[in-house]
């Protein structure tokens, strides 16, 4: 496990690296130390790494390929590399085996030097299950949705056969190309199997729509006893499913490596927003989730969408929606203490042969704003200590340009860097805990569980410049976002203060800390940083480019 696993480098590893220039030895060496760190380490909560879902697998993605990550590591960026998960196919012909080592083989065995962790960027796994051979397996043998009137339905099933789940894990690594990177690699300190999961799945409230479900529960049961046995069908299955892949891996080292972590797969960050907010969740009364059971981690999704009206400047934002996933993912750790949390980010944009609904970043230029990597710097950095993630790990569709993301992408990478980089800011976001500002209530309050009500939801500093009428509305604009962690006891506090300002600088914004006093700060696009001491009474700007000692 995890726990405890600070690897130390052997002989032989060490031999590899004296190839390798120095600053790529010493930022692989924290990179891999902060990736295998628990989560509750002695020295703190480990550092954040960035990463990406585009693998560079498309002729016009070609600039994300894992051997450009490994320039911008060995150039001192705190990359988590990723690699395209490859081809299930058994047996390699020569036009493919030339195809397969010119993406993956100088890669690998550059990051197999710096004995890096590893990331593999997949589909949804268990789609294979309803696709032949499996979806054509009679009823009482397969593994999708059987309903009442005995169709079958290309969903999968909490309730179906198991052992598809498993056979069908297999073939995601006993492949003849897995085989080649385990030789190429026989020891990487952590691999992170990632998948897209957002396979089609029977819906708690659609429990009844499926023949077994009647057959096992009747008719008439509670909500509350549809989510759990449906939640509980899951664990079962995803965990058979990874057991399955893990034991289609030939190397022992791999087989401990390796971790099993889907897109989302976590409690609602829209948790209350509206009504309709229960039928995407599987919240019973004693478990807001299954997924830390079924899973070894997530990447929700941190995203200004391009299909709703969610932006990165209203009460709709993933700013205030993520608020609600900080006692969600407090609540996994106690199930799955080993459980590895990163989001992943989104700007709603993609370049323009996608045929889809306008662009985020259009709509923002129609209102006459300025869209560029300083805000979306700012945006992410809201989120990075708001939640203090494993890993940032921004979203572009796979034939996304390098090119046209790269200065996006370089914003998350900055960012991520400059907690690595800066001594003030590391020791904050190893130690500094998050302050909630109870004088307010988050803003979505629809349907709220009762075991649920009291937690913590709202963190967002009271700014003088935000709206002062309560509670917002979905459409309001917030100037300026604002957090806080914070260090000490009273009367020897120290608080960090983050704040952003996505339409513009703001000048002498007044801010409330709470329990404590009003400061006042300047805000920009890209965010700023402030160390507030209690015992000098003093309020410091953290520059951003400010360095270790």
Same mark, same amino acid.
């Given at each position: 496990?995890? =726990?405890?696993?600070?690897?130390?480098?052997?002989?032989?590893?060490?031999?590899?690296?004296?190839?390798?220039?120095?600053?790529?030895?010493? %930022?692989?060496?924290?990179?891999?130390?902060?990736?295998?760190?628990?989560?509750?380490?002695?020295?703190?909560?480990?550092?954040?790494?960035?990463?990406?879902?585009?693998?560079?697998?498309?002729?016009?993605?070609?600039? *994300?390929?894992?051997?450009?990550?490994?320039?911008?590591?060995?150039?001192?960026?705190?990359?988590?590399?990723?690699?395209?998960?490859?081809?299930?196919?058994?047996?390699?012909?020569?036009?493919?085996?030339?195809?397969?080592?010119?993406?993956?083989?100088?890669?690998?065995?550059?990051?197999?030097?710096?004995?890096?962790?590893? %990331?593999?960027?997949?589909?949804?796994?268990?789609?294979?299950?309803?696709?032949?051979?499996?979806?054509?397996?009679?009823?009482?043998?397969?593994?999708?949705?059987?309903?009442?009137?005995?169709?079958?339905?290309?969903?999968?099933? /909490?309730?179906?056969?198991?052992?598809? *789940?498993?056979?069908?894990?297999?073939?995601?690594?006993?492949?003849?190309?897995?085989?080649?990177?385990?030789?190429?690699?026989?020891?990487?300190?952590?691999?992170?199997?990632?998948?897209?999961?957002?396979?089609?799945?029977?819906?708690?409230?659609?429990?009844?729509?499926?023949? =077994?479900?009647?057959?096992?529960?009747?008719?008439?049961?509670?909500?509350?006893?549809?989510?759990?046995?449906?939640?509980?069908?899951?664990?079962?299955?995803?965990?058979?499913?990874?057991?399955?892949?893990?034991?289609?891996?030939?190397?022992?080292?791999?087989?401990?490596?390796?971790?099993?972590?889907?897109?989302?797969?976590?409690?609602?960050?829209?948790?209350?927003?509206?009504?309709?907010?229960?039928?995407?969740?599987?919240?019973?009364?004693?478990?807001? %989730?299954? !997924?830390?059971?079924?899973?070894?981690?997530?990447?929700?999704?941190?995203?200004?969408?391009?299909?709703? /009206?969610?932006?990165?400047?209203?009460?709709?934002?993933?700013?205030?929606?993520?608020?609600?996933?900080?006692?969600?993912?407090?609540?996994?750790?106690?199930?799955?203490?080993?459980?590895?949390?990163?989001?992943?980010?989104?700007?709603?944009?993609?370049?323009?042969?996608?045929?889809?609904?306008?662009?985020?970043?259009?709509?923002?230029?129609?209102?006459?704003?300025?869209?560029?990597?300083?805000?979306?710097?700012?945006?992410?950095?809201?989120?990075?200590?708001?939640?203090?993630?494993?890993?940032?790990?921004?979203?572009?569709?796979?034939? %996304?340009?390098?090119?046209?993301?790269?200065? !996006?992408?370089?914003?998350?990478?900055?960012?991520?860097?400059?907690?690595?980089?800066?001594?003030?800011?590391?020791?904050?976001? =190893?130690?500094?805990?998050?302050?909630?500002?109870?004088?307010?209530?988050?803003?979505?309050?629809?349907?709220? /569980?009762?075991?649920?009500?009291?937690?913590?939801? *709202?963190?967002?500093?009271?700014?003088?410049?935000?709206?002062?009428?309560?509670?917002?509305?979905?459409?309001?604009?917030?100037?300026?976002?604002?957090?806080?962690?914070?260090?000490?006891?009273?009367?020897?506090?120290?608080?960090?203060?983050?704040?952003?300002?996505?339409?513009?600088?703001?000048?002498?914004?007044?801010?409330?800390?709470?329990?404590?006093?009003?400061?006042?700060?300047?805000?920009?696009?890209?965010?700023?940083?402030?160390?507030?001491?209690?015992?000098?009474?003093?309020?410091?700007?953290? /520059?951003?480019?400010? =360095?270790?000692?």
């Amino acid at each position: 496990m995890m =726990r405890g696993a600070f690897l130390m480098l052997t002989a032989s590893a060490m031999a590899s690296l004296a190839d390798a220039p120095p600053n790529a030895i010493t %930022t692989a060496e924290a990179i891999r130390a902060e990736a295998v760190m628990p989560n509750a380490a002695e020295g703190g909560h480990p550092l954040p790494l960035a990463t990406a879902w585009c693998t560079g697998s498309h002729r016009w993605s070609e600039g *994300w390929r894992p051997i450009h990550q490994l320039d911008l590591i060995e150039g001192g960026h705190f990359l988590l590399p990723w690699f395209a998960h490859p081809s299930r196919s058994r047996e390699l012909d020569e036009e493919e085996e030339t195809a397969f080592r010119d993406y993956y083989e100088a890669a690998i065995k550059r990051a197999a030097k710096l004995r890096l962790p590893l %990331t593999f960027v997949s589909t949804q796994w268990e789609s294979l299950l309803s696709r032949p051979p499996w979806c054509d397996l009679p009823p009482e043998q397969n593994p999708n949705v059987v309903d009442t009137d005995g169709k079958i339905t290309r969903k999968v099933s /909490p309730f179906g056969p198991v052992a598809p *789940w498993k056979e069908a894990g297999g073939t995601w690594t006993d492949s003849a190309r897995m085989l080649l990177l385990q030789k190429w690699y026989p020891d990487p300190p952590l691999i992170i199997f990632l998948s897209n999961n957002e396979h089609g799945k029977l819906r708690w409230h659609k429990a009844e729509s499926s023949a =077994r479900y009647m057959e096992m529960f009747g008719a008439g049961r509670s909500a509350d006893f549809k989510r759990k046995v449906i939640g509980d069908g899951w664990v079962e299955r995803y965990r058979a499913l990874q057991n399955g892949m893990r034991e289609g891996l030939v190397s022992p080292n791999w087989r401990k490596a390796a971790r099993f972590m889907g897109y989302g797969g976590g409690g609602p960050e829209f948790f209350g927003r509206w009504g309709g907010w229960v039928h995407y969740s599987l919240h019973t009364s004693t478990r807001l %989730t299954p !997924y830390p059971a079924m899973w070894d981690g997530n990447s929700p999704s941190y995203y200004t969408h391009d299909w709703c /009206p969610t932006t990165d400047h209203t009460t709709w934002s993933p700013q205030i929606e993520f608020m609600n996933t900080v006692f969600m993912q407090q609540l996994a750790r106690k199930l799955n203490p080993d459980w590895w949390y990163e989001f992943s980010t989104w700007d709603g944009h993609e370049w323009p042969w996608r045929k889809k609904t306008p662009s985020k970043v259009m709509v923002y230029e129609q209102a006459d704003q300025v869209w560029n990597p300083e805000r979306y710097q700012g945006f992410i950095q809201f989120g990075m200590w708001l939640m203090r993630p494993r890993a940032v790990r921004e979203y572009r569709g796979w034939t %996304t340009p390098w090119d046209k993301a790269e200065p !996006y992408f370089m914003a998350i990478s900055t960012a991520v860097d400059r907690v690595h980089r800066n001594a003030t800011l590391r020791r904050w976001w =190893r130690h500094g805990s998050l302050v909630p500002n109870r004088t307010r209530k988050h803003p979505y309050q629809n349907g709220i /569980p009762t075991e649920f009500r009291d937690v913590d939801r *709202w963190f967002l500093l009271d700014c003088d410049v935000n709206p002062q009428e309560f509670p917002w509305d979905l459409h309001w604009k917030v100037p300026v976002f604002a957090l806080a962690r914070t260090i000490g006891e009273k009367p020897n506090r120290q608080w960090l203060v983050y704040a952003h300002a996505p339409l513009g600088e703001r000048r002498g914004v007044r801010v409330t800390i709470p329990q404590h006093t009003n400061i006042t700060i300047d805000v920009p696009p890209i965010g700023a940083f402030y160390e507030v001491d209690e015992t000098t009474d003093t309020v410091r700007r953290i /520059p951003q480019d400010e =360095r270790n000692k």
